[in-house]
């Protein structure tokens, strides 16, 4: 709801926490120059990222020229659930852009379904996310097209922050 206000240009207001329960109210706006053309031109909806697949084909979601999974592969309770839905929403010259830490957990993620982050049971060699990655975006007909470390700092109050190096890749 509130990503729809915005484009919408309501006035959204939060609250960020400052220090126990002590919050700072602050207002979301827009950059200048975001026109009204521009904010037509995004759809916001809620929908299971591991289901993409069944959601294409009862026409909940369509095709799209661009895919942004930012901090999600990681938090996925199946992963290649979504990495495997991916072509049938990516129309072709498309791009898909993932940026992930690979801080695989078992709150989020089962350890069977973790892409990597572990030692070869049998071999004892790394089994590297970025690796498995690479082979199963590959194996559904996507070509890496960029790749980098990107820094995200998350706020957690005014004296605590979290500081992340994720691996982002363009396909």
């Known amino acids: 709801d509130t990503a729809k206000k915005m484009q919408a240009q309501e006035d959204i207001r939060f609250r960020i926490p400052v220090e126990a329960e002590l919050y700072e109210e602050v ?26 697949k069944n959601m294409a084909e009862r026409g909940q979601i369509g095709s799209y020229d661009g895919i942004i999974m930012s901090n999600l592969l ?39 379904k973790w892409l990597g982050g572990f030692y070869d049971p049998v071999s ?24 980098e470390e990107v820094p995200l700092v998350i706020r957690e109050h005014q004296r605590k922050y979290q500081y992340i190096v994720s691996e982002a890749t363009g396909w």
């Open 27 to 52: 207002r979301a706006v827009h950059e200048d120059g975001v026109t009204p053309q521009a904010l037509s031109k995004v759809n916001f909806f809620t929908g299971d990222a591991c289901d993409i």
């Open 124 to 147: 004892k060699e790394a089994i590297r996310s970025k690796d498995v990655l690479k082979e199963v975006m590959e194996d559904r007909g996507f070509e890496k097209i960029h790749e």
């Open 74 to 112: 990681c938090r996925l309770p199946d992963p290649m659930a979504c990495l495997n839905g991916l072509n049938g929403i990516v129309n072709k010259g498309g791009v898909v852009v993932m940026v992930t830490p690979f801080s695989w957990l078992t709150e989020f993620t089962p350890r069977s």
